[in-house]
């Protein structure tokens, strides 16, 4: 299972920039965009990413240690 406390889903942001903050929980391997994202031992991450100016969809996907995937769409709007 994957949680994102920060941002929320579907707003519009004002910098190029914003910090992807979250837990998951039971996984072996996250990954934003395909790049690997450090995890804690509580299974928190917390990942900067930038934005393209318009709309941007960030995949978040998950493996536990049976090699299972789970997906999560974070939808951004940057406002240039």
Known sequence: QITISQPENGI??????????????????????????????????????LLAPGYNITLLSAQDRFERTIEHKLELVYLK
Do not use: M
């Not at 910090?19 to 995890?39: E, M, S, T, W």
């Open 12 to 49: 519009s942001i004002a910098t190029s920039s914003v910090v992807v903050q979250g837990k998951a929980d039971r996984i072996k391997n996250l990954y934003i965009n395909n790049r690997p994202v450090l995890i804690d031992t509580e299974g928190n991450f917390n990942e900067t990413i």
